[in-house]
């Protein structure tokens, strides 16, 4: 950013970009945010649900609440929003404690493939239940 | 690379505590139990998804003491989690930097903690022995 008086030594097209030096690492950041924020109603409706309608061990309630088209959507955002979340957060926790390079991009890499994965199996057997029919109980 | 030990300054050793301190390390803690928390939602969506006949001994792991240990964990720094990551938003904006107002966010979430925990403590009980 030039002060006044400084001429800015930035291309206009660096100028354009936004990025810092680094020319990475604030869509980490602002990532992070956005899915804290989601995470916010998300994670208070999932909590609230639990307590409210999910503490049976009938499978079917349970079924028939995943099933439903509103719970099955708010639970795929929150999945999407929270292993997004959990992802960036392990990456940092990552970066910071751990410095063989071994070890360190092997962690990385597991992370990653991780949250992308149980997230896949998640959404989809959340989704498996919205579109088979699920057997009603009445 | 060369693995020098190179010598690094005092931190934990010559620093007075303050409730920040605690609070920031607790943040992350709390952040990677909630982490470590993950697979059990996977496993409970797998078994009410693809093997529902199993859903009564996934129930029953939950209700058992480790299984009631845990969740307890998981729900008390989940809400910590929550509300010092509403701190931090607020920091991230620019508020609340002065030292007394840091003191008395951090307290306020500790607090915050405690009551949300027990709430949802005192939902849940009251709601599982309704059924």
């Known amino acids: ?138 | 690379m060369p693995n020098v030990q190179r010598p690094t300054s005092p931190h934990l050793t010559v620093y007075r505590w303050q409730i920040s301190m605690t609070l920031s390390i607790l943040h992350r803690a709390t952040g990677l139990a909630l982490y470590f928390g993950t697979p059990v939602i996977v496993l409970w969506l797998v078994t009410a998804a693809y093997d529902p006949a199993h859903y009564e001994d996934f129930h029953r792991l939950m209700k058992s003491g480790i299984g009631e240990f845990c969740l307890l964990g998981w729900t008390a720094s989940f809400y910590y989690h929550l509300c010092n990551g509403i701190r931090h938003l607020f920091w991230d904006i620019g508020a609340g930097f002065e030292l007394k107002q840091i003191d008395r966010s951090g307290w306020a979430v500790v607090f915050l903690t405690f009551l949300l925990t027990a709430y949802t403590l005192h939902t849940a009980f009251t709601q599982a022995t309704g059924q």
């Open chain 1, 1 to 138: 950013m030039a002060t006044s008086g400084a001429p800015d030594m930035r291309t206009k097209l660096g100028r354009a970009k936004g990025l810092g030096s680094a020319h990475h690492g604030v869509g980490h950041w602002w990532l992070q945010r956005v899915t804290a924020v989601a995470l916010m109603p998300l994670t208070i409706w999932f909590i609230n649900s639990l307590v409210a309608s999910l503490l049976s061990d009938n499978y079917l309630k349970v079924q028939q609440w995943l099933a439903s088209p509103i719970n099955a959507t708010c639970m795929v955002l929150l999945l999407v929003a929270g292993f997004t979340h959990a992802r960036l957060g392990a990456q940092v926790v990552i970066e910071d404690y751990v410095k063989s390079p071994v070890a360190k991009y092997t962690l990385l890499l597991l992370n990653t493939f991780l949250c992308y994965g149980f997230a896949a199996i998640c959404i989809i057997a959340i989704l498996k239940l919205h579109f088979l029919d699920v057997a009603t109980s009445t």
